[in-house]
């Protein structure tokens, strides 16, 4: 089945530095490639995602890249804000199949 | 405005007891999952349900079995609880594949 490995588990930025988390996949049938953001005491909420055909997506200050040959993806935040710190997670699947969730990473956004 | 609702938010039980979470949700998905989410693990996937009846194992089935007699409806039920189930359970649902998943707040259990 699909692995995914996620880092750093933790990262502290100051507030308008960037944050980057990576993640990596097993396998190469993957296609799908989510990532939800959990604040404090709430539900995890998809913030944004991508699919296999593309190898960047941009929404205001996040982004996600794609390398479909390495079997890695990556979350870029711009411009750090205090509402970014939170625990974001990133996922993997394969069409008509289950998504496999990273270990997630616990971002602080210092003011 | 998509609504998934958890009946419990905080449980304690004893080993041994039988453990009932329930979860609807409001939107008509089809597929519903329950996850288990434990600090540095993620979320892993316990079971899935594609339609009214039909079920799927996840990564971690062990120690759990699931419900789904209506389509609003997905239950997770832990037969004989352990110590090692204490865990924060997350139930989603989403309408497509892929697609997003909604989740609920989750419920909190402890067994002592």
């Known amino acids: 089945g699909e692995n995914v490995e996620q880092h750093p588990s933790t990262l502290s930025v100051q507030e308008g530095d960037s944050a980057v988390i990576k993640c990596t996949y097993s396998d190469s049938a993957s296609n799908y490639f989510p990532w939800y953001k959990q604040e404090l005491g709430k539900r995890p909420q998809l913030i944004i995602d991508i699919r296999s055909n593309v190898g960047e997506k941009k929404d205001q200050r996040i982004a996600v890249t794609l390398n479909k040959t390495a079997k890695h993806f990556s979350l870029h935040i711009t411009e750090t804000q205090p509402e970014d710190s939170a625990v974001y997670f990133c996922?993997?699947?394969?069409?008509?199949?289950?998504?496999?969730f990273g270990g997630g990473t616990r971002v602080l956004v210092k003011p | 405005d998509v609504k998934v609702t958890q009946s419990s938010r905080y449980l304690v039980k004893r080993t041994g007891e039988k453990v009932f979470l329930e979860c609807v949700q409001d939107m008509d998905h089809e597929n519903m999952f329950w996850y288990r989410q434990d600090p540095g693990l993620g979320l892993r996937l316990i079971y899935f349900?594609?339609?009214?009846?039909?079920?799927e194992k996840g990564d971690i089935p062990e120690g759990y079995s699931v419900s789904r007699e209506k389509k609003e409806r997905f239950s997770l039920i832990l037969e004989s609880a352990s110590t090692n189930q204490t865990s924060m359970y997350l139930c989603?649902?989403?309408?497509?594949?892929?697609?997003?998943?909604?989740f609920g707040e989750g419920s909190r259990l402890t067994v002592l």
């Open positions: 349900s594609y339609d009214v009846k039909m079920k």
């Open positions: 996922a993997a699947s394969t069409a008509g199949n289950k998504l496999t």
């Open positions: 989603a649902s989403r309408t497509v594949d892929p697609g997003e998943l909604f």
